[in-house]
């Protein structure tokens, strides 16, 4: 602790990793709007299919639990341990809702046989297949980062226990939750332009 | 660069006001969906949508009391990432 912490050069660090995390989002959107001027039609239907009701649950979800790992770095900025390991394990719990969600909501697309590769796909309109294959890609990726944002916040919960994150240090909360936030800002995107569009 | 200038503590008050007001751009987003405007939905979305990541980035993400480098180089990211987009589609939608 003698040694003086560098917070500036800790973040900037972090914020480089997520400039790459956007383009590489980005360039999913990019095949997203191409492919929506070639297929508007389809994209439409695709979009009805989906569950309007668990994709407005799941934004809500997200965004409740970047408020309270926001709260969780003002907490602990404050020096409240309890109120700290409350708000993160909160947070954690959000995530798995969030992943339960995907879970049924994939479920029936699969029970339906919609998933990359099936029949119903393969056979059918090539605007829907395009559709379904982004909604896979897109989500799947999006989902992989909310499990490892859940593991990033449970390692700082723990550093938290541990008193190795305190109101000193803390950095490694608060990366963890500039992550947090940025599957956040992926779902804000994702929500309307697979279950909005008309 | 001031390595040892405390940083910026918010309160729960402004953190709550500022979730109050994603939740309340959700449901407008939500609600002007069922509203049919053609061709004008989809920009229509994409602000608000744009709307709600500014208020995350500047205030979950701490980017209002961010130094220079930290607001410039982001800038710059969302910069390429406009390119990336804006150019590609425009090549795709007037080849």
Known sequence: ?198 | MDNTEKPHVLSFTQLGMVLGILLVLTAVTVGVSYVHLGFLNIPIALTIASTKVTFVLLFFMHLKYEGRIINISFLSTVGVLVILIGFTFWDVAYR
């Not at chain 1, 809702?97 to 699969?110: Q, R």
Request: aromatic share 16%; hydrophobic share 50%.
């Open chain 1, 1 to 198: 602790m003698s040694a003086q912490i560098d917070r500036t050069g800790i973040k900037i660090g972090m914020w480089l990793f997520l400039y790459s995390e956007i383009i590489l989002f980005g360039g999913l959107f990019v095949l997203y709007a191409a492919y929506l001027h070639r297929y508007p039609e389809f994209f439409a239907e695709g979009g009805k299919e989906l569950n309007r009701i668990i994709g407005t649950v799941n934004t809500v979800v997200l965004l409740i639990s970047s408020f309270t790992v926001a709260a969780s770095i003002t907490a602990i900025q404050r020096n409240n341990k309890k109120q700290t390991v409350g708000l993160l394990l909160f947070s954690i719990f959000c995530g798995v809702i969030f992943l339960v969600n995907k879970y049924f909501e994939w479920g029936a697309k699969i029970h339906h046989d919609i998933y990359p590769n099936s029949e119903t796909l393969v056979s059918g309109e090539p605007g829907l297949n395009i559709f379904f294959g982004l909604y896979y890609v897109i989500t799947g990726l999006h989902g992989l980062h909310v499990i490892i944002g859940m593991i990033l916040l449970s390692v700082s919960l723990v550093f938290v226990l541990q008193d190795k994150v305190n109101a000193e240090r803390f950095s490694m909360l608060d990366n963890s939750g500039l992550y947090w936030h940025l599957v956040d800002l992926i779902w804000i995107f994702v929500f309307p332009l697979f279950y909005l569009v008309l």
